[in-house]
């Protein structure tokens, strides 16, 4: 209807995946690129999850568009399937004859079993792709887990991508299902698009669509666009087509930000629409590439994060020396304790009660007995916390670019530094995330927030204490040492590490490092920063805090 008014061949907004309208931000390269090398990881499960909206499926295309053509490839799209359900579908993606009548599991898992060997034995490797993974039951999952039990003296026969929603990574981490989530050897949060990406995501779809003139979005309007579509490229599709509709409706060929406004009251509903008018100077959400920056060197790179009050900083230093692991364990036991009793205390508490900023005044001070008290740390009246952290093994971690999507990856209790209008900046203890909102402590009592309206009061910049590697305040003293202790926690971690009888080499440990970083779902650069230690903390057992579970 209003193409030919602003100069267009055709309506650039559908939300239909048209493959002409392509736009690959640098997280979803990154997200094809964890795919992509999922694929030479020797069989097990890869992992992408994402909000709705966007660019799963943008991503699995290009994915599809890539597979080495000595891969054979089942697709699987709908998967509210029972375990039989599942076996037939698979067999008949492999195109796997089945005899008639075939009804138990183990009718399907032979004949496919005999295939897989056929089809290694012929050179070739066979991926199962999973989209909308988060509908997949328990039952579906385990099954899933062991058709990867399919193998041969050296590798795995069946690699299987799966494809969903948050919830997903929220799935695989119960009890029940840790055996699988032990398989998984690459995993990605595709985030959404930040403001630059969104501006530039526009152009490119009202390029494509045969925009020849000057762009109908000035850039207040743009930077709206962004805060109100939250960074989701099918969100912005709906907000741009509904305001060039409203634009074309009143004869202005420049669309405003009193037009984008409406279109956004016409296409979202109030609860998403309406925290989103905040004034939003910087993305929420970016990507999980915030390790802390060092200068590359030959061999791995260690991040050294400096507690300073001012920020952040990181360089490259040689690797820390490493002390008994039983000081690491013993360090670790006020955490394990505090943790514990915040759990037992969190279950058997009532649901927190909702808040809204701005009828709160948060203090720093009691953030941070907040976030001590987590970690079972003592934290005296005047002491700095993180002079008192140190003595404890602990350190302080600062970000001033980060995200949720990195808060729910480290999962861990975090200080964010909140800023409001009219109001000074101060800290509020985040210690509980889900897909919809935040848990902060607000004098002692959990209450939740809304995802948006947090949005509208956080720019990105929060602190968190991490447990340090055994004499890590010496690692430019002793790199081997570090080094060794590296290897050694690696070693413990399925699908990373092979079987050896010596220390790995320079080069085999930093293929170890990378291969863990994408099993994290972070940008493997072989660089050992301190988010990187986090994670190898966590995938290693070291008691350490964790994000309350919604109730």
Not at 16 to 33: I, K, Q, T, V
Not at 406 to 427: C, E, H, K, Y
Not at 507 to 526: I, T
């Amino acid at each position: 209807m209003y193409a030919t008014f602003f100069g267009l061949k055709q309506a650039p907004f559908s939300i239909a995946p048209d493959p002409h309208y392509l736009f690959m931000s640098e997280r979803h390269r990154e997200a094809l690129a964890h795919l992509l090398y999922g694929l030479d990881g020797g069989g097990g499960f890869v992992l992408l999850t994402g909000e709705i909206g966007a660019g799963k499926t943008t991503v699995c295309r290009c994915f599809l568009e890539q597979i080495p053509a000595h891969c054979n490839v089942a697709y699987i799209f709908n998967p509210k399937l029972t375990v039989t359900e599942l076996l037939q579908a698979i067999c008949d993606e492999f195109h796997v004859p089945v005899r008639p009548g075939a009804q138990t599991v183990k009718d399907y898992v032979d004949p496919l079993n005999a295939f897989l060997l056929a089809q290694h034995a012929a050179g070739r490797n066979n991926v199962l792709i999973i989209d909308e993974a988060q509908n997949l039951s328990a039952d579906v999952l385990e099954q899933l887990r062991l058709l990867t039990n399919l193998e041969t003296a050296e590798r795995k026969l069946l690699q299987v991508v799966l494809i969903g929603q948050p919830e997903l990574r929220g799935m695989l981490a119960r009890p029940e299902l840790e055996q699988l989530a032990q398989r998984v050897i690459a995993r990605f949060h595709l985030g959404a698009l930040s403001e630059a990406e969104t501006a530039q995501y526009i152009r490119h779809r009202l390029n494509v669509a045969g925009l020849s003139g000057a762009l109908p979005f000035d850039a207040a309007s743009l930077r709206l666009i962004h805060q109100l579509a939250r960074g989701v490229p099918r969100r912005i599709n709906l907000l741009c087509d509904r305001a060039l509709l409203g634009g074309y409706a009143g004869g202005q060929a420049q669309v405003t930000r009193g037009i984008v406004r409406q279109a956004a009251a016409e296409v979202f509903d109030a609860q998403h629409a309406a925290p989103a008018t905040r004034r939003v100077s910087a993305p929420v959400v970016m990507g999980l590439a915030v390790l802390a920056a060092a200068v590359a060197g030959a061999g791995l790179t260690w991040g050294l994060q400096r507690p300073s009050r001012a920020g952040t900083a990181a360089v490259a230093v040689a690797a820390p020396a490493a002390s008994s692991p039983a000081s690491a364990a013993s360090a670790a036991a006020p955490a394990a304790s505090a943790s514990s009793a915040a759990s037992a205390a969190s279950s058997a508490a009532p649901a927190p009660e909702p808040l809204r900023l701005a009828d709160w005044t948060p203090r720093d001070g009691d953030a941070w007995a907040a976030l001590a008290q987590r970690w079972g740390l003592p934290l005296s009246s005047g002491a700095d916390p993180c002079t008192a952290a140190a003595q404890r093994g602990l350190q302080c971690y600062r970000s001033g670019n980060g995200s949720l999507s990195l808060i729910r990856l480290m999962d861990r209790p975090v200080l964010l530094t909140l800023q409001r209008p009219g109001q000074p900046s101060a800290l509020a203890a985040l210690v509980g995330l889900d897909g919809q909102q935040a848990t902060l402590l607000v004098d002692g009592a959990p209450r939740r927030v809304a995802l948006p309206e947090l949005a509208g009061a956080w720019r990105g910049e929060f602190t968190t204490f991490w447990r340090v590697p055994p004499d890590y305040a010496h690692r430019a003293e002793n790199g081997a040492a570090l080094r060794d202790w590296l290897a050694a926690q690696l070693a413990g971690v399925p699908g990373i590490a092979a079987a050896a009888s010596a220390p790995p080499g320079a080069a085999e440990l930093n293929r170890q490092v990378q291969a863990f970083q994408a099993s994290q779902g972070l940008q493997p650069d072989g660089r050992v920063g301190p988010i990187t230690l986090m994670q190898i903390n966590r995938a290693t057992g070291v008691a350490e805090p964790r994000l309350d579970v919604a109730r």
